[in-house]
């Protein structure tokens, strides 16, 4: 009880003790002539310092007045006399800090406040900030800056760090921060700081850990070639409530679809009312459904039923962030040399899904469905996720037949209703990410190859790894999920406020 009172004493002197108290001579505030003149400078170690992981007190893990190190990287709380701060600039003898949360810079144990011009690029390491102009020739130029550690690198083909097994979120923020609309909305914060949530919405904070991740991603004067998505993944896992996590090996596909739906809700969209995330991936398809009779039933009791109004084939309008492309089933038998085929698919064959008139069987616990689809609107960004994974009451079992598709020009104009032919002016894609899954379904690891739109050029991505690969090498990939980009601009994408 006495050491709880004393923490929160200690709290309390911290934040009292943040306000240096300025000299004031005759009316007038003077600041301390220390400020300008630290000579504790050249102590700073910039190789040390990693803003990446979450604003926690080393000591007391508090996150309340919490100060970085700025010669060990280590984190403190408070700077009064019996903080944890205080204490380690007199024991170890570090005395030039920085408040994580206002930006400013002391030296302890002195409790002076340091102003120094040099000091600069550190906060922007901490919190990098983008203009209107700097984002918008972010895709027309692809210049190699290096960092302060001496690697050079392209920002936004930048690695992530594989905290345990969260490459299958990696991937997927890797993807989206590749997708030009959804990267210019997330690095101007203030296209998202004056949404409202209701009180006790924790969902926002996963808004604000993204937008920080992306302006890290896209920083062309970071101290290191790589990022750690540690405060990110952090906030999936409160915000999902340990549906996914850092730790166990999850599916991007099922992490990809809740990251949306939860990233749309709060940014205040709703079905009627859009946000960026459904400005740049909602499209829309008609579904046509006919109920089947029961296969058991004899003839004469199916032909009964085909006749009621119940079992004739009814048409829905909805819409969709991304197309689920199904598969062929791969060989059970090994050839001759006692190998399995892995087979082949074109993109094409796939797509007919939704061709309007190609019908599959859709089965539930207790009715049967034959369902077709046709496409009413594409979307400036199509994501496409290839089923490979199947799960039965025993086990998951994965599908490795190659998907062959084009990486530019594929016209999806077929796949429309007639009306949307019409209207649709631009139905051509290219391609701009394309995830892939290698391995066992519950061992395998997952890599990225992501287009620079600056250079042209493709890289592959796998946690930190990051390599320039051909495009034709992309196409020899398992392919999981791929994100297409309609030809002819971003079209109502770069109206970045949601309406």
């Not at 301390?32 to 190789?47: A, E, G, M």
């Not at 009064?80 to 170890?92: E, R």
């Not at 027309?140 to 690198?153: E, P, V």
């Not at 320039?468 to 770069?494: C, V």
Request: net charge neutral; charged share 25%; aromatic share 12%.
């Amino acid at each position: 009880m006495v050491s709880v009172k004393r923490e929160r004493e200690a709290e309390v002197d911290d934040d009292d003790e943040d306000r240096v108290a300025p000299k004031i001579i005759r009316g007038r505030v003077v600041e301390d002539r220390r400020s300008r003149h630290c000579p504790y400078l050249d102590t700073i170690n910039r190789s040390v310092l990693d803003f990446d992981f979450e604003k926690l007190c080393s000591i007391s893990l508090s996150h309340i007045n919490v100060y970085a190190c700025l010669i060990c990287g280590k984190y403190f709380q408070g700077k009064g006399l019996k903080s944890h701060a205080y204490t380690h600039s007199v024991q170890f003898t570090h005395h030039v800090f920085l408040n994580l949360h206002t930006l400013k810079f002391y030296c302890l144990p002195d409790n002076y406040e340091i102003i120094d011009s040099s000091l600069e690029d550190i906060t922007y390491v901490l919190k990098p900030t983008f203009t209107k102009q700097h984002i918008a020739g972010l895709d027309k130029q692809g210049k190699l800056y290096r960092a302060y550690d001496g690697t050079t690198y392209l920002p936004g083909i930048v690695g992530l760090n594989n905290i345990k097994a969260n490459d299958y979120a990696n991937v997927v923020l890797q993807a989206f921060s590749n997708v030009p609309p959804l990267r210019n909305y997330f690095l101007e914060e203030e296209n998202y700081k004056g949404i409202r949530r209701p009180p006790g919405d924790i969902m926002f904070l996963l808004v604000q850990r993204f937008g920080e991740l992306m302006r890290k991603l896209w920083n062309p004067r970071n101290f290191k070639a790589h990022v750690s998505p540690h405060e990110m993944l952090q906030a999936v896992v409160l915000c999902s409530k340990k549906n996914f996590q850092i730790t166990k090996q999850g599916d991007a596909v099922d992490f990809m679809t809740w990251f949306l739906n939860a990233l749309h809700g709060a940014l205040g969209g709703t079905k009627k009312k859009p946000s960026i995330i459904t400005k740049a991936f909602q499209g829309s398809m008609r579904i046509f459904s006919k109920k089947l009779p029961h296969p058991d039933l004899l003839p004469e009791e199916k032909e009964a039923l085909l006749v009621t109004e119940e079992y004739q084939e009814q048409m829905s309008e909805s819409t969709f962030l991304f197309l689920t492309l199904d598969l062929p089933t791969a060989p059970l038998y090994k050839d001759e040399k006692e190998q399995l085929i892995i087979p082949q698919v074109p993109l094409f064959n796939i797509l007919g899904k939704f061709n309007g008139s190609t019908e599959k069987e859709y089965k539930t616990y207790k009715e049967n469905f034959l369902k077709r689809f046709q496409l009413t609107k594409l979307p400036p960004y199509l994501v496409f996720c290839i089923k490979r994974f199947t799960k039965n009451n025993f086990f998951v079992e994965k599908n490795p037949t190659i998907v062959n598709f084009p990486i530019t020009n594929v016209d999806l104009r077929e796949y429309l209703t007639e009306e949307a032919q019409v209207t649709e002016k631009n139905t051509t894609y290219d391609l701009v990410a394309n995830v892939v899954h290698d391995g066992k379904p519950t061992e395998g690891a997952y890599r990225i190859h992501v287009l620079h739109h600056g250079t042209g050029k493709w890289y592959e991505m796998q946690d930190l790894q990051v390599t320039d690969i051909l495009p034709q090498m992309i196409t020899l990939s398992e392919a999981y999920i791929q994100i297409w980009k309609r030809q002819g601009g971003d079209d109502d994408t770069n109206n970045h406020t949601v309406a």
